[in-house]
């Protein structure tokens, strides 16, 4: 893909000390057009960081057809930068986009737009213990049209933010609040997507756990409010009696790639993998029996994040004495060793941009 290229004459300031999560952004982004008059996508460009126009009746603002994906370009020791299958974030995009109704974004285009712009960027990845560059890929219609169907022109864009350890403290177990009035997903719904849909159903109950003293929602099955989903930004495995639990990818749970790479080293450290329908009853129950040996959620941001309290109707289950898990931090220290270099990558899990 050929992409244009406007350069800016005042180049940011980096950030100095503690970066957080989603604090800074780059001096360029990604952003292609898609006019299905124009016979789809176009005018690839690269361009500096900054507000974009839109009409007012641009249907993202009114009906919400927006995708998105998240995923990181981490420097190595040795100077080297690299993606963390890329591939399964492209496949995903374009899942999500087939559900609501967007055209699909080749993974030439998802990989290239990304590959160009980390290149450029490339004195932005932060090289400090836990730091990546965070990278959004994204699109959303923009047809003026105060109508009900799927839109005829869109905006992918790529944006990105260099990002600190999600814990500045290293791993460390967060309180979880198990809801059971609001859900996230239902079977035949977007629960599979990563779209802002989905996210803006979640805050009520986000609020809800804080104003509690919990820090994110594990959801519960939307049809029965019964078996555990997944929590917050993030899928969760447990466990148990040394197996390990984690719910199936069935429509309403999104297919981590954290989750997946977690998965397959597990099964090839000789876990028992139970990708099945968990009851919080039965959960509560192994904790009460001190079979719940640990627990923690996955995704890119956090990479893995240990639970150290679930809270359902009342009662409080703390796991672990609310201490980082074994399984947990070693599961921590291996993905993260892939992802920065620093182990081998025994599964080819990794893309060096060139
Ligand atoms: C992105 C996301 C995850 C984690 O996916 P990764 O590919 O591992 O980053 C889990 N759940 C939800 C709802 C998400 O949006």
Redesign the pocket.
Known sequence: MEMKFEARSDLKEKPQGALGFGKYYTDYMAVVDYDEDQGGFHDARIVPFGPIELNPASMVLHYAQETFE??KAYKTKDGRILLFRPE??AA?FANSNDRLSMPKVSEEMFIGAIEELVKLEKDWIPTGEGESLYIRPYMFATEAQVGVHPAKSYKFMVICSPVGAYYPEGVAPVKIWVEDEYV?AAPGGTGFT?CGG??AGSLKAQEKAEAHGYTQVLWLDGVNRKYVE??????VMFVIDNKIYTAPIEGT????????SILHILKDWGYEIHEEHLAIEDLMQAAREGRLQEAFG????AVVSPVGELCYKGEKAVINNFETGPLTQKVYDTLTGIQWGDLEDKYGWTREVK
């Open positions: 998240g995923l399964k974030n995903r996230r990563k989905n996210y997944e929590v917050g930004s993030m899928n749970v999104l297919p981590g790639v954290t989750r997946d996955t995704g890119t941001a």
